[in-house]
C-alpha cells in the first residue's frame, strides 16, 4: 500500500512541474491582461519566500525533530540538506536495556517547496541486553548497514528501507522511521 501512494505521490510531483514548464498558454491566460504578481508598468513584484520546506537552493537547511521506528524506538533526530544532499542522525536510549544510534546519507531524487523524496544510504548501531540465560549484565551490540527510500512531506516524515548486518542482522531486515521535522 505504501508503495501505491508513493508512486502517487511521484506522479502528481512529476505532472505538476510538466504543467509548470509548459510553453502552451492555457485559455484563461489569453484573456489575462495583467498577471497579479505584477505592477502597472509591467514590472515584477518581489514575491515573499516559502520557508516551510527545503525549496532547492543551496543555502542549506537544519532539521530536528522526533522520529519512531525500528530498530530505534522513540529517537530525536537532526539533519542538514543542501541542494540534492541531506545529512541525517537519529539517536535514543531506553533506559540502560536499550540505546542505539543511525546516520544517513541521502540524495534528493525529486524535491520542491513543500516535498522532498530521495534515496539514503544508512548505518547504525544499537546496544540492547543480551538474552535470558546469559550472564545478568552482559550486552549486545548489533550494527546494520542499508539502503533506504526517504519522504518529507511538509516536515513529516518517513523512511523504510532494508538493512543488514553482522548478528541477528545477517539477513535483511525491514528499517523505518516516521515523525515529524522541523525546519530552520
Not at 524506538?73 to 533506559?95: H, K, N, T
Not at 520542491?112 to 534515496?119: E, F, Q, R, V, Y
Not at 545478568?136 to 532494508?162: K, P, V, W
Request: charged residues 10%; glycine residues 14%; hydrophobic residues 40%.
Amino acid at each position: 500500500m505504501k508503495v501505491f501512494w508513493c508512486i502517487i505521490v511521484l506522479i502528481s510531483c512529476l505532472s505538476g512541474r510538466l504543467v509548470a514548464q509548459s510553453t502552451t498558454p492555457l485559455p484563461f491566460q489569453e484573456l489575462s491582461v495583467q498577471s497579479p504578481n505584477q505592477t502597472s508598468d509591467g514590472t515584477s513584484r518581489p514575491q515573499p519566500r516559502d520557508t516551510t520546506a527545503h525549496d532547492g537552493d543551496d543555502s542549506g537547511r537544519l532539521l530536528i525533530g522526533l522520529t519512531v521506528g525500528a530498530p530505534s524506538g522513540l529517537a530525536v533526530a537532526g539533519g542538514f540538506s543542501i541542494g540534492d544532499l541531506a545529512l541525517r542522525i537519529s539517536g535514543g536510549a531506553w533506559g540502560r536495556d536499550w540505546t542505539g544510534i543511525q546516520g544517513d546519507v541521502c540524495y534528493n531524487v525529486i524535491h520542491s517547496a513543500a516535498l522532498a523524496m530521495g534515496i539514503s544510504f544508512i548505518g547504525g548501531q544499537f546496544r540492547t541486553k543480551a538474552a535470558v540465560g546469559q550472564q545478568g549484565n552482559a550486552f549486545e551490540l548489533q550494527r546494520y548497514y542499508g539502503i533506504a527510500c526517504d519522504t518529507y512531506l511538509s516536515g513529516f516524515y518517513l523512511q523504510t528501507g532494508l538493512a543488514a548486518g553482522p548478528g541477528r542482522y545477517a539477513s535483511p531486515q525491514f528499517s523505518y522511521q516516521f515523525g515529524y521535522l522541523w525546519g530552520f
